[in-house]
């Protein structure tokens, strides 16, 4: 089943924000498949936003996300990519629907609470990178709960 790689940035650990936004995936029906609180080196930030290092604003985004521990997580489920990218929002808070997790709780896009990968094969890409053992093999019995097997 299809895998998504979401971090909770430094700004959404600090605001209390970890539980609500854990809660929201889970109620979803998404599975957790991989967690870890963490402080990010510099190298890896960079790493992991490589395809942005020539945006002015890289240097900057670097010191964000280093600036903090984060959340790193695995989520697996029916189309978790795209439908993760829904439930975080816009990358502009401003444009961020109401409901949304940018929509509820940002204001600017430098502090903008949650990354989620932005399709199946970076989701493959960074989760290779944040987990490299993996994530775990543990399988929901709620299944045919959440879908029709
Ligand atoms: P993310 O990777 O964090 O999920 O964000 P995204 O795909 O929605 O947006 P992307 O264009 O990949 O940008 C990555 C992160 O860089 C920060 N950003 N700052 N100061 C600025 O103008 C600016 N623009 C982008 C945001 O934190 C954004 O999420």
Redesign the pocket.
Known sequence: MEQTFI?I?PDGVQRGLIGDIISRFEKKGFYLKGMKFMNVERSFAQKH?A??SA???FA??VE?IISGPVVAMVWEGKDVVLTG?RI?G???PWEAAPGTIRGDYAV?????V?????SVENGKKEIGLWFPDGPSEWKSNLHPWIYEV
Not at 114 to 118: K, V
């Open positions: 971090m940035k936003y395809d942005l945006q002015p604003f900057k985004l964000y990218r975080i816009a990358t502009r600017e896009v430098s502090r903008n949650i990354h989620g990968s932005d």
